[in-house]
């Protein structure tokens, strides 16, 4: 049966969770159509797993290391608090001791043992010593060990306990309790009686000077009842059991825990429940025997704080995590994200466009920077060398077509070389000097007939020779016109082979006026003051062939300085401007090239753009005539403006903006 039990205390609140925020990432249009996984998701599944990993890293420690600390000082307080149950019980019985030393170093108790006197036994020896002292049992004995005077009370009910082992001690008693090598000697435990376990304290008598000889022995016993042992528990405010291991009450599953103790002092601390944890103890009786067990049921508050000590560190850990991702995604976005996106998109849009002219201003200087100016160096570079390739081929390809034109004309013409000698020399010569010689002798004076029979047979074979070399003529004539027609022939598809698709390039209006100087001969550069207008570079970049644009302008620019020669040698001022207009519902910019030369009537305004017309005494008449089929050719067009002579010129360019403008028809006609 329980011998005592105490109310156990309450456990304490768990702390709150904590929140968590999350971050809305958005994939670029460039990530979308590439149809994969971009940096950005990259980066943002890479820092979560990091994340992952190490709040995963710090809870396994949490709970690897941080909560077997607090099982550590779980199983510690449980220890204490057995230790305190067993500091309580041994302090009771050194209570006893003290007690029992009191009457024992006695003289009234001395004189007693020895002459039995009923005035002590009536003035001590009463139901109200029993209660006073909270003892059962009182026990004198002589030195022989027998029993001078005792008894055993039942303090609830007044009734004798009937205690054989100290009424009669047997050899066993007396050698644990009754035998006491000197006069400070206590022998003291638990002893197992019929009734229960109980505190037995034994010291020999004496006088009250401590000096002996010893007349025996007096003992104390205190039952362990379920009411002592429920004051035990209300003192040291544990939820106490007492059980006695002979009661035939005893629960069975505290057999084996108290067969398990083992230890100095024999404690065993044992988790019950996840809420509760068990604490034993075990007391030998006298003989070295187990006798009393000491369990104990404690909530776990610590192992509780612990828990929530851990969880709360697993969500802040989660929280601060989550903070730190979205932190560090918004920096990385900032400077690695972002900047890269856009060096992507722009190399993307260079690769699509193929426009070697656009620029990223990305002023960074970190590896990103370094890469988009790089890159952008690049581009200047490719530019660079794609024009001079662009220029290269052009030149290489008209020296090419003209070295195949003179090529086929000077095979087409060798044959009429020949033809036109072999002409030559049957047009007559000393042979046709004879013959008229012989007509002016024969309508001279009379000769001798054989004379004039002689010159008039030569004459008529002279006229048969004549007409011989006439028909020789006339069919070298014949193919001196076919050959001729062979070498038309070849004009004609060189012609139609001239008008292939130019190369369309986005264009810089500075840069492309700039490479139009160069190709203007020294003479007229030299005679030649250009203006670049602001505007060039305001109006934007432009689609068209670059080295015919140039070609374009530096005929203009030549036409502007050979207007001004024989003016006192001052060279030419050439302004170029440009401003962005519509023709036909598509974007265009005019480009207005104005000079301060000669100027133009009307009726050279009307002819300037004809094949074959100059106002120039040695000019071709071809170079206008070119440029506005040129202009026409690439999707714009030409026109000419001027005040009257001495006015100067203005000469307007039409450039397409978009690159797939609508071209000019098939002939290269000007409009």
């Known amino acids: 049966?329980?011998?005592?039990?105490?109310?156990?205390?309450?456990?304490?609140?768990?702390?709150?969770?904590?929140?968590?925020?999350?971050?809305?990432?958005?994939?670029?249009?460039?990530?979308?159509?590439?149809?994969?996984?971009?940096?950005?998701?990259?980066?943002?599944?890479?820092?979560?797993?990091?994340?992952?990993?190490?709040?995963?890293?710090?809870?396994?420690?949490?709970?690897?290391?941080?909560?077997?600390?607090?099982l550590a000082l779980e199983h510690g307080a449980a220890t204490r608090d057995a230790m305190r149950a067993r500091e309580a019980i041994e302090n009771e019985i050194r209570h006893l001791e003290v007690f029992c030393h009191d009457w024992s170093a006695w003289d009234d108790t001395y004189r007693?043992?020895?002459?039995?006197?009923?005035?002590?036994a009536d003035a001590n020896l009463q139901p109200e010593t029993f209660e006073l002292a909270e003892i059962e049992a009182i026990y004198f004995y002589n030195t022989r060990h027998e029993t001078v005077w005792g008894r055993a009370l039942d303090r609830q009910t007044g009734k004798a306990i009937a205690v054989p082992s100290l009424a009669r001690p047997g050899p066993e008693e007396i050698a644990l309790l009754l035998t006491h090598p000197d006069f400070e000697h206590c022998a003291s435990g638990i002893l197992d009686t019929p009734v229960g376990p109980m505190f037995v304290v034994s010291r020999p008598i004496i006088r009250s000077d401590q000096t002996g000889p010893s007349r025996g022995s007096v003992l104390f016993g205190r039952l362990i009842t379920d009411a002592y042992a429920a004051k035990l528990a209300g003192q040291t405010r544990l939820d106490m059991r007492v059980w006695w291991l002979k009661d035939p009450q005893l629960p069975r599953d505290l057999v084996p825990v108290a067969a398990g103790l083992r230890g100095d002092p024999p404690i065993r601390v044992e988790a019950q429940s996840r809420d509760a944890v068990v604490v034993s103890t075990l007391f030998d009786n006298l003989q070295g025997r187990p006798s009393v067990l000491v369990h104990m049921t404690e909530p776990r508050e610590i192992a509780a704080r612990g828990r929530a000590a851990i969880r709360f560190a697993a969500v802040s850990t989660a929280v601060a995590g989550l903070l730190a991702l979205v932190a560090a995604l918004g920096l990385l976005q900032r400077a690695v994200v972002s900047p890269i996106l856009r060096l992507t998109r722009h190399v993307?849009?260079?690769?699509?466009?193929?426009?070697?002219?656009?620029?990223?201003?990305?002023?960074r200087n970190d590896e990103v920077g370094t890469l988009a100016k790089t890159f952008d160096e690049m581009l200047g570079k490719l530019a660079e060398a794609r024009r001079r390739l662009l220029d290269q081929s052009f030149r290489s390809g008209r020296a090419e077509m003209a070295a195949g034109v003179l090529h086929n004309v000077r095979n087409a013409l060798s044959p009429v070389v020949v033809r036109v000698d072999a002409a030559r020399r049957n047009a007559g010569g000393p042979r046709l000097e004879a013959v008229r010689k012989a007509v002016a002798e024969l309508?001279?004076?009379?000769?001798?007939?054989?004379?004039?029979?002689?010159?008039?047979?030569?004459?008529?074979?002279?006229?048969?020779?004549?007409a011989e070399a006439s028909g020789n003529v006339q069919r070298d004539l014949t193919q001196v016109g076919d050959q001729l027609g062979v070498v038309q022939r070849i004009l004609a598809e060189q012609d139609s082979q001239s008008h292939a698709?130019?190369?369309?390039?986005?264009?810089?209006?500075?840069?492309?006026?700039?490479?139009?100087?160069?190709?203007?001969?020294?003479?007229?550069?030299?005679?030649?003051?250009?203006?670049?207008?602001?505007?060039?570079?305001?109006?934007?970049?432009?689609?068209?062939?670059?080295?015919?644009?140039?070609?374009?302008?530096?005929?203009?620019?030549?036409?502007?300085?050979?207007?001004?020669?024989?003016?006192?040698?001052?060279?030419?001022?050439?302004?170029?401007?440009?401003?962005?207009?519509?023709?036909?519902?598509?974007?265009?910019?005019?480009?207005?090239?104005?000079?301060?030369?000669?100027?133009?009537?009307?009726?050279?305004?009307?002819?300037?753009?004809?094949?074959?017309?100059?106002?120039?005494?040695?000019?071709?008449?071809?170079?206008?005539?070119?440029?506005?089929?040129?202009?026409?050719?690439?999707?714009?067009?030409?026109?000419?403006?001027?005040?009257?002579p001495g006015q100067g010129a203005t000469f307007r360019v039409w450039l397409p903006v978009d690159a797939d403008p609508t071209r000019g028809d098939s002939d290269g006609h000007a409009v």
Not at 454 to 459: I, T
Not at 520 to 533: H, I
Not at 551 to 580: I, K, Y
């Open 443 to 466: 309508g001279g004076p009379a000769g001798s007939a054989e004379r004039r029979e002689m010159l008039a047979r030569f004459v008529g074979l002279g006229l048969d020779e004549l």
């Open 348 to 363: 993307v849009e260079v690769s699509r466009s193929g426009d070697l002219s656009a620029r990223l201003p990305l002023h």
């Open 501 to 644: 698709k130019p190369v369309i390039e986005k264009l810089s209006l500075v840069e492309v006026s700039e490479q139009a100087l160069d190709l203007m001969p020294r003479l007229a550069r030299e005679s030649v003051e250009p203006g670049l207008d602001p505007s060039l570079n305001e109006v934007g970049p432009v689609h068209a062939p670059r080295m015919l644009v140039a070609q374009v302008f530096a005929n203009l620019l030549t036409n502007a300085a050979q207007a001004r020669q024989g003016s006192n040698g001052r060279p030419a001022h050439v302004d170029l401007r440009a401003e962005r207009e519509e023709l036909d519902g598509k974007p265009f910019v005019q480009v207005a090239v104005t000079d301060d030369g000669a100027g133009m009537d009307s009726a050279t305004l009307a002819r300037v753009f004809e094949a074959g017309f100059s106002t120039k005494g040695q000019g071709s008449g071809l170079g206008l005539h070119w440029s506005a089929n040129t202009a026409y050719a690439w999707g714009g067009k030409m026109a000419a403006e001027s005040a009257g």
């Open 1 to 70: 049966m329980p011998i005592g039990k105490a109310p156990g205390r309450s456990s304490r609140g768990r702390p709150g969770s904590g929140a968590a925020e999350e971050d809305d990432w958005m994939m670029s249009g460039h990530e979308r159509n590439c149809g994969s996984m971009g940096l950005r998701w990259k980066l943002v599944l890479i820092l979560l797993g990091v994340s992952v990993a190490l709040a995963g890293g710090v809870h396994l420690i949490q709970k690897q290391a941080l909560w077997p600390s607090f």
């Open 112 to 120: 007693f043992v020895e002459d039995r006197n009923v005035a002590y």
